[in-house]
């Protein structure tokens, strides 16, 4: 069983079959650039080939298991005629970031029209990226999760967080108007995606807008779940296996309201929900990733990460339709390569002992 492909190790779990060891996830982005010569942190956003064609190399040296991510947390704003900021060498940016948001008013949303989903903000590149690991990725790599977000997190991104928390007081009416919209416009999108990428597209979805830092659990229930089910309903009857999904943010009071959500194969809390929580609540629905707080693998030696891990694959690791284990969000971009090393020889020496 050590020959196990990453997506037979993940698959294999996601049914709950015996295989060789828990998962390794990486939730890489930026991190990436800092492990090969001649890819910036811009290129891991604006050019999905060259990221992917280092992506596979990375994994291969470390050997997690996890397949790469294209998109990020900002999208819908650019997808619907905003503009993002991108992350460049001495910025303090990790990840793009919106600079104008195509809604600004309530009468901005009605009169909001859907753009065409093979022409939309970074759509194409994305696109450009599912046929390389289409294209090049050898079969048990041949996985690329591509993100769809929330319908809740791209109506903050197209409107702005700050609209959208004052529309909920004041304009409920309109905040329905807009995830609608933005629902009609994510089923094109994956019709697209699946057209490009087929068997090897996961999507991924979920977003820090919908967390307990923003909304309450009635809110959540009220404004957040009823639009992002009938996205996943329509989303399942495309043919997709699942999604990816990760709860951004300090979700824990909403943690029940995920077992409403069909079709997750693989949820991915942050760390401010305890994983033991997670994996009691949503353990016997999908596999459980995470959830070792990000900032620690650059504010912690390697023995504490060593030793955080095999605290986490203790409580995890024998979850009914399995554990990915990795940080709580995206892996900081200067991660010490020793500390991201030490999470996965946990996980081998965990193996020995338990499998």
């Excluded at 609540?281 to 504490?304: A, D, N």
Aim: net charge negative; glycine share 8%.
């Amino acid at each position: 069983m050590s020959s196990l492909s990453p997506k037979e190790r993940i698959f294999g779990l996601i049914k709950g079959k015996e295989v060789d060891r828990p998962a390794i996830g990486s939730f890489a982005m930026g991190f990436i650039a800092r492990q090969v010569y001649d890819l910036s942190l811009r290129d891991c956003y604006t050019d999905w080939p060259k990221f992917l064609k280092s992506y596979i190399k990375v994994q291969e040296m470390y050997g997690f298991d996890s397949p790469p991510l294209v998109g990020h947390a900002s999208m819908g704003a650019g997808e619907f005629g905003g503009r993002y900021r991108y992350p460049s060498e001495g910025s303090n940016l990790q990840s793009p970031a919106v600079v104008d948001h195509p809604v600004k008013s309530v009468e901005d949303v009605y009169s909001l029209e859907l753009p065409n989903p093979r022409e939309a903000g970074e759509i194409p590149g994305i696109l450009d990226g599912v046929r390389y690991v289409r294209d090049n990725y050898p079969p048990g790599y041949d996985a690329v999760s591509v993100v769809v977000g929330s319908p809740f997190t791209w109506a903050g991104n197209i409107a702005d967080v700050n609209n959208l928390m004052m529309w909920i007081i004041d304009e409920p009416e309109a905040v329905h108007e807009l995830q609608e919209k933005v629902v009609d416009f994510l089923i094109e999108y994956l019709k697209v995606v699946l057209e490009v990428g087929g068997e090897v597209v996961m999507p991924f979805d979920g977003g820090p807008t919908e967390s307990n830092d923003l909304v309450s659990p009635s809110q959540f229930k009220e404004f957040v779940l009823p639009h992002w089910i009938d996205f996943r309903e329509r989303a399942l009857e495309l043919g997709i296996p699942g999604f990816l999904c990760h709860p951004c943010g300090n979700q824990t009071k909403n943690l029940k309201h995920y077992s409403e959500l069909p079709g997750t194969l693989a949820i991915n809390f942050d760390y401010r929900t305890p994983l033991q929580d997670v994996v009691d609540t949503l353990g016997k629905q999908s596999m459980i990733v995470g959830s070792i707080e990000p900032t620690r693998f650059i504010s912690e030696t390697e023995e504490w990460i060593y030793k955080k891990s095999l605290e986490q694959l203790e409580i995890a690791a024998h979850s009914p339709h399995g554990y990915m284990i990795g940080p709580g969000c995206e892996l900081p971009v200067d991660t010490p390569p020793l500390n991201f090393h030490m999470m996965g020889k946990a996980v081998h020496d965990y193996a020995k002992q338990k499998y």
